[in-house]
């Protein structure tokens, strides 16, 4: 676990500024694993058009954001109930530039094939959920970013010496498992038969199925199966190059252009000012290395 309660509690102070020292603390509690995700930001005065959904947000003094429960590295919720990952730090951004803290956000679990619904029943006020932008998706809801580019890869256990790349699998009777709703069970049927994909409503499904036998495989974007294997102990490995490229954009109401732009605007302060490496290394970077460019931002629509 990268997150124990003691450093939450130093993070939560040094926010209101209470505490000086609290920095200097969480270095020094802390389990090895990279850097603390610094407070993000969060802007006091930020003044809004009346009627746009920053302004609304903003009255509001709370969001509500769909995200991974169960994904290391991107979005993982600790037994302690804290968010912890890339997702949660950049929707913490998000969050700042409207004027909300972090404790004033409301967490939803997004598994993959609810997202769009959960943003069309404004059940949600945001997704930022491993959440490849794609055209399909975007007839239903629109996205900011994206923030961060992905790649499909597959997931087998250490020992496993025959598949090392999606092209074995075909012809093989590899058990093949990933997500419902998810852009990697789509892709990943081109390898396949029918009946070797096995679907489930989270990637942490896939993994507990991996480790007992129930399947050989487990496809999803590469830095999801990194989170994973991080935690494996040895047992699981990354194989082949990636084979489809993931954009990872923010969800919202389909034709708010106003709030896509906001975010975008987000996104590239937080690139510019280091907030957005900060969240990497403090999250996924010790694992998947290298800090990564913000990606250029589509034009909202
Ligand atoms: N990025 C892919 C998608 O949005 C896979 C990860 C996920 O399911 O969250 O479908």
Sequence with gaps: MRWNPVLRTGIAVAAFGLVATACGEQESIGDGGGD??????????????PGTTMAELNEAGTITIGTKFDQPLFGLRTLEGELTGFDTEIARIIAGGLGIAPEDIDWVEAPSAQRESLIERDEVDLVVATYTINDERAERVSFAGPYYQAG????????????????????????????????????IREYIDEDQLVLFD?????????????????????????????????????????FTEE???????????????????????AAESGAYDAAWEATAGP????????PGLDPCS
């Design 36 to 49: 603390q995700a610094p407070a993000p930001s969060v802007e006091q005065d930020a003044q809004f058009e």
């Design 152 to 187: 499909q890869t597959l997931m087998v256990r250490s020992d496993n010496q025959e598949i090392t790349g999606p092209d074995d699998l075909r012809g093989s009777d590899a058990k093949v498992c990933s997500a419902t709703g998810s852009t990697p069970s789509e892709n």
């Design 202 to 242: 989270t990637y942490s499904q896939c993994r507990d199925s991996l480790d007992n036998g129930q399947v050989d495989v487990v496809t999803t974007d590469n830095v999801i199966l990194l989170g994973f294997i991080s935690e494996s102990d040895g047992a699981f490995k990354l194989v082949g190059e990636q």
């Design 247 to 269: 954009p990872y954009g923010v969800g919202i109401t389909k034709g708010d252009v106003a709030f896509c732009e906001f975010i975008n605007e987000q996104l590239r302060q």
């Design 287 to 294: 694992v998947a290395e290298e800090v990564p460019e913000l």
